[in-house]
């Protein structure tokens, strides 16, 4: 068995992915025609195989701490789109007011 194959095994598993999830991982690469393709997927996969066979909950551990990385970057880019946003109300409010205030 290829080592990427084994790899998403291990990650079916421990949970990280679902089966249907396998079962297209599992079709992806078989349907790699290029033997150097294959291969520079095998050799990712045996560097994590590795990591998750030294110890499972560490990787797993790991794992869930790049995703809430992941996640705050994404919320720290909606942070900056809301206080825009919200400045841009402000002003319009403040404008409406003046206006208001002249005619």
Do not use: C, H, P
């Not at 992915?17 to 079709?27: A, E, L, R, V």
């Not at 789109?81 to 400045?87: A, D, L, M, R, S």
């Amino acid at each position: 068995m290829s080592a990427y194959l084994e790899l998403q095994e291990e990650k079916n598993k421990l949970g990280i992915i679902s089966d249907n999830f396998f079962s297209s991982q599992t079709k992806f690469y078989n349907g790699i025609r290029s033997e150097k393709t294959k291969e520079s997927y095998d050799n990712g996969a045996k560097r994590e195989l590795i990591r998750i066979k030294a110890n499972a909950t560490l990787y797993l551990n790991a794992i869930q701490i790049g995703e809430i990385k992941e996640g705050n970057r994404k919320l720290d880019n909606i942070k900056g789109w809301v206080t825009f946003f919200g400045i841009l109300q402000i002003v319009s409010i403040v404008a409406v007011v003046i206006y208001l205030m002249n005619v």
